[in-house]
């Protein structure tokens, strides 16, 4: 039998969605108003607000979404939004995911800030996020909030590109049981389960997941060394003293043995855990406060092949308070506070010299919203920062957001985000090889982006909505590996902070709802990349054109459909872990899931990533993404 190839396979997967589409529309309720209560965010300005009036692009997952992808990993979630990259690649630490927004992708992206309810998960070590590491499991998500473009006036630093909060479910006040199962190729199984009970007065939850899995082949056509082998355990509880207050804990950890790809660390073991309080109080409608502090401790040791065990351990206290207030009749909203955070390493193969490095930081920021008009807000947010690594930084950020016709909304804004050099790029001083010397910068100065950026978004109403979006961003000495002598067979390598890029941009999305359970959506994005030093990796690192599309559909009788796609155009790749620069051919990735629901609360599934192709590679790590598929069931027993 003739092999269908992926030119062929293109035009199934998107007659399967217009199909899906099509049995929808003829279906659908025409009471039905999609658009009849706009969906809310939290992170653009640190307080409730519609979607429309935000100052900044945003992008809502919502728990619909996140139950329907047949998403494996959390990176998953992200990968089918506009403006988003998303590459699954391996880092010679052991980090499992590239993401990064609106360009600039990396092992680990120093400017994208990746909070989890709030609190951050950003390593001050190197920077990024170690996705697979961290502490929140699928089955907890409640929402994922996507901020596109810079929010460090409200953030803080490394959030130039952007900010994801990935916001975790309340626990139920009954009691609920539930969990599920999943295996597929590739080694996969997963295992998870939950408790929730509580009363009036407060409520609390208990969730456990176990995931194993075989590592990707090698492009070689050998088995990976990326193996995983998972334990993730989480509590969240709720505590009402009076009806306007509400004190909450959250506590989890993580227990991961990994392969990772780097030949002198042939394997890993990542211990995890966080502690967080929280206290929010309502003085009236229009005036409230909230504080936070929280501690985490990261134990990461790598068994190297040559010369014993490599260990880090990372320690982070964070506290933060904040005062929301509307006045004037809410024609002002004004948000300020403050926050400390306190970052320790210890390692005696990182740091020779000096083992224990610190980064201490603190901030205040504040944000106001002005209604000037009936149908324009002005908005201005600004803070100030001080960190041991980057010195006194300041970040600020404006918008001008105008609603001339009902269901039609425009915005400009410009802003100012600096970057911190990471722990590592100040003090390292390691010797990475035998031949390899990395030593720290200790001048190294914060990288600078300015945006600005135009916005419209429309809809008619009822069903449909669409949206554009076009940048422009400066980055001023952007971080680079530079030599800084060679000595015989050994090579010293530094960092510098001597390049600057521009990226321009556009991003269009387009959505349309025939009914709660039936929808479709598209979205592109274009952007160029140039620097003053000509570097490929920044060039060409990123996909100058990527297109995604799909929807859902309820199939009746208990069944329903999701089918993503997406296009990434061809660029260049660079891997610090295994020192090599790839051109990475364009490629189309689809991923579907089909689910059938016998009864309430019972669920059973089969999913499938990578559809239209056998294996392909995305990124310079010498693996290749192979084609996965799962079967599942989750259950439900209570209200």
């Known amino acids: 039998m003739m092999k269908m190839t992926t030119r062929r396979r293109r035009p199934l997967v998107l007659a399967l969605l217009v199909a899906g589409a099509a049995s929808g529309a003829r279906a659908a309720d025409d009471a039905f108003e999609f658009f009849s209560e706009e969906a809310k965010v939290t992170t653009a300005s640190r307080r409730l607000e519609p979607v ?149 007065a407060g409520a609390y939850r208990l969730s456990y997941t176990h ?18 082998f998972s334990n993730k355990g989480n509590f969240r509880g709720y505590w009402k003293p009076t009806e306007d207050s509400t004190v909450e804990l959250l506590s989890g950890g993580g227990w991961d043995d990994v392969g990772v790809i780097d030949g002198g660390n042939p394997s890993g073991r990542f211990r995890n855990h966080f502690e967080m309080l929280k206290h929010s109080c309502d003085f009236s409608p229009e005036s409230s406060v909230e504080a936070m502090v929280s501690r985490r401790e990261d134990v990461r040791t790598y068994d190297e092949t040559a010369g014993g065990l490599l260990t880090v351990r990372e320690i982070q206290y964070d506290a933060e308070a904040q005062h929301r207030l509307d ?92 970057t911190i050099p ?42 449909m909505q669409w949206e554009t979006n076009l940048f422009y961003m400066t980055v001023d000495r952007l971080s680079e590996t530079v030599v800084q002598s060679v000595a015989g067979p050994l090579t010293t390598l530094t960092f510098d902070s001597g390049d600057d890029a521009i990226a321009r941009g556009a991003e269009v999305k387009w959505s349309y709802r025939w009914s709660p359970r039936r929808s479709v959506y598209a979205n592109y994005t274009y952007e160029t990349i140039s620097d003053a030093k000509g570097q490929t990796n920044v060039r060409k690192g990123t996909p100058p054109h990527k297109a995604n599309l799909g929807g859902t559909t309820d199939l009746t009788r208990g069944f329903s459909l999701t089918l993503n796609a997406g296009y990434q155009d061809a660029h260049t790749l660079n891997s610090q872990a295994t020192g090599q620069t790839l051109d990475i051919p364009e490629y189309w990735r689809a991923d579907g899931r089909l689910a059938f629901s016998p009864a309430r609360g019972w669920e059973l599934f089969v999913a499938c990533q990578n559809m239209l192709q056998a294996r392909h590679v995305e990124f310079a790590d010498g693996l290749v993404v192979p084609r996965t598929y799962q079967a599942g069931v989750t259950a439900r027993f209570g209200p």
Do not use: C
């Not at 300041?394 to 039609?408: G, I, K, L, M």
């Open 422 to 463: 990471t722990i590592y790029n100040k003090a390292a001083d390691q010797r990475a090889s035998s031949s390899v010397l990395l030593i720290g910068n200790p001048s190294m100065v914060p990288q600078r982006l300015r945006s600005y950026e135009v916005s419209y978004q429309g809809s008619d109403g009822r069903r």
């Open 211 to 228: 995931k194993e899995e075989q590592g990707f082949p090698t492009t070689r056509g050998t088995a990976g060394q990326d193996y995983l």
């Open 52 to 200: 429309s009036e935000a100052p900044v692009a945003v992008e809502i997952v919502t728990a619909d979404d996140i139950r329907e992808s047949g998403a494996v990993n959390i990176w998953d979630l992200l990968r089918y939004r506009a403006g988003m990259d998303v590459i699954d690649g391996r880092s010679g630490e052991g980090n499992r995911a590239l993401v990064s927004i609106r360009g600039f992708p990396a092992e680990f992206v120093n400017s994208l800030l990746v909070l989890v309810d709030g609190r951050s998960v950003f390593t001050g070590l190197s920077g990024g996020a170690v996705w697979q590491e961290l502490p929140v499991q699928i089955q907890d998500i409640e929402r994922i909030e996507i901020i596109r473009g810079p929010n460090a006036a409200l953030y803080g630093s490394n959030a130039g590109l952007g900010v994801i909060n990935i916001i975790t479910r309340r626990p139920v006040p009954e009691r609920t049981v539930s969990g599920g199962a999943q295996g597929g190729n590739q080694g996969l199984h997963r295992e998870q389960a939950a408790f929730e009970d509580g009363g009036a």
């Open 327 to 418: 006045w004037m009749d809410g024609a002002l909203h004004t948000v300020y506070g403050g926050n400390f955070r306190y970052t320790g390493v210890d390692s005696t193969q990182l740091f020779m010299n000096h083992p224990y490095q610190k980064n201490a930081m603190q901030r205040g920021f504040a944000s106001q919203s002005w209604q000037v008009l009936p149908r324009l807000n002005l908005v201005g947010a600004a803070s100030v920062e001080h960190t041991d690594t980057g010195g006194v930084e300041p970040a600020y950020q404006f918008a001008a957001v105008s609603r001339p016709w009902d269901s039609h909304v425009f915005r400009a804004s410009y802003a100012l985000a600096p």
